[in-house]
């Protein structure tokens, strides 16, 4: 073809033939800095938003499986904390939910899948109330520091809780337990630990009756409503002669919840820390 002629057609919408160079050039340098796509499996713990101080969820799962894909430098790269997997229950009060596993991701990663997809579970209130403690350790017998504790937790599990109990070395571990010792693990206890008021050989447990002395002569008891009984552990010779636990308590005028001290022989100890309702008025 004659130069003069070749170069007639390349004028011909010239500026066409140059956008498509340009979108051939583009293309092939995307292609060329796009490496392969792979998958990738993180396990992450699911956070829960959306709840007051007040709510906890009963029943979710603490970790779900979040599968992603995308460029392998991005993706193999990838550090797991910045993959956030969350339960939303806003909105949700108390009851059975069903609610989506979502998944906030990092520019770059795609969502392949998330187990489990969805979590079906309840809203519980929040309770609190004080249980005593007892302490276990085998072959010898311990009495804790403190005698009672905080726990808090949902509502069903925490009216569940018969006792605590501290168990293992020093400090002592301290769990909730049910009337049947079954761990509850929802439950969380404050102090988590307790110390080791006293620590001997293992003692006899025996239940005796609580008796208390009667006011001074100007004084007269209109009601009083004490426990008949309290419990308490000490070696079995010391035991076998103690018949009632004698007990103090401050004798006024008026309607009013006191702690009963206890008079114990050396070497027995309570596991009971006894409270009386007095309604006292001067005597006529």
Known sequence: MPPLRLWERLKHRWQAKVLSVLAAFLLWYQLKETGPVVE?????????????PDRVAVGVPERVLVRIRGEARIVEGLKPEAVLAYLDLSGVEEGPFIRPVRVQ??????????????????????????????????????VPEPRRVRVRGPATEVRRAAYA??????????????AEGAVLPGVVVE?????????????????????????PPELSVEKVEVPRTVRVVGP????????FVAGEVEWR????????KLKLPEGVYALDSPWGRFVVVPAR
């Open 40 to 52: 990738r499996a993180l396990e992450r713990p699911l956070e829960i938003i959306g709840l007051g």
């Open 105 to 142: 991701l990092p520019a770059g990663v795609a969502l392949s899948e998330v187990v489990p997809a969805r979590v079906e579970a309840r809203v519980e209130r929040v309770l609190e109330r004080e249980l005593n403690l007892y302490a276990f350790r085998p072959n010898q017998a311990l």
């Open 165 to 178: 109990l501290a168990l293992g070395g020093e400090p002592l571990a301290v769990v909730a337990v049910d």
């Open 191 to 215: 102090p988590a630990e307790a110390g080791v008021h006293f620590a001997g050989p293992l003692l006899t447990l025996k239940t005796l009756p609580l008796a208390l002395p009667g006011p």
């Open 236 to 243: 079995p010779e010391l035991l076998a002669d103690l018949a």
């Open 253 to 260: 005028v008026g309607s009013y919840l006191a702690p009963i």
